[in-house]
């Protein structure tokens, strides 16, 4: 972790001190292989997590950072086999499922990437990484209407972070503002207003509370809350009266 604080300006020496593998256990090969991929020598990577895997088999890490170590070489085809192989071999294994579908979506095979997206939101409705790539599999088919309602699905789940504003956008490029954005002191809330606006709806508490939590930790003296129905001004107040 320390390379420039020992061999200071020595590339050779640096090289030599990361390939003498000696006789490595499995768990020395496998932070070396980690350590070689991150300094760019995918190949050597390649070698340390394959001795790794045939000296402790049952192990999936090592399975799984050989995928990598795959994908930084730009070998997809063998990234794909071997996720493959480690899914055939464990059919819960969620990282493995993942990295699969990740593969595919790269490489163009978006259907069977949906797909196995949806297999893993079957077992699990709020895995974070296949409900957003889900979206994006149903963008690269063309499919509007499925796309919204899967970044929405996204949005339900998670509302803050770089990925929730993506997401938010990508919807609203869709026609789609179910959910918005609003600022609220120093910092943003997403919101869905459907939700909210609508008195009989099971799901506005819900967001009421998301809402109170955002306006607590602003500590806001005062919250003027504007709530338009188009020709209803009348039931526009009611539901302003109401959420204050």
Known sequence: MQLDRFFPGSPAAVSGSMTATGNMNDEALFYLGRSLLAAGQSPEALNAFSRAELLRPENPRYSL???????????????????????????????ARLLLADNLLEDGQVLEAQQLYEQILADDPREKTALYRRAIALRAQGNPKDEAQAWKSYLEYYRTGASASEALRQLHDLGDYSFRKYQLGSKAVILNQECLLDPEGHNQQQEIERLVR????????????????????????VIAKSLH
């Open 214 to 237: 955002h306006l607590q930790s602003q500590s806001l003296d005062k919250v003027s809350i504007v709530v338009f129905v188009e020709n209803d001004a009348q039931q526009a107040e």
């Open 65 to 95: 950072w050989k995928g990598k170590a795959y994908r930084a070489m730009g070998a997809l085809d063998k990234e794909r086999q071997t996720y493959r192989q480690l899914v055939s071999k464990k059919p819960d294994l969620l990282p």
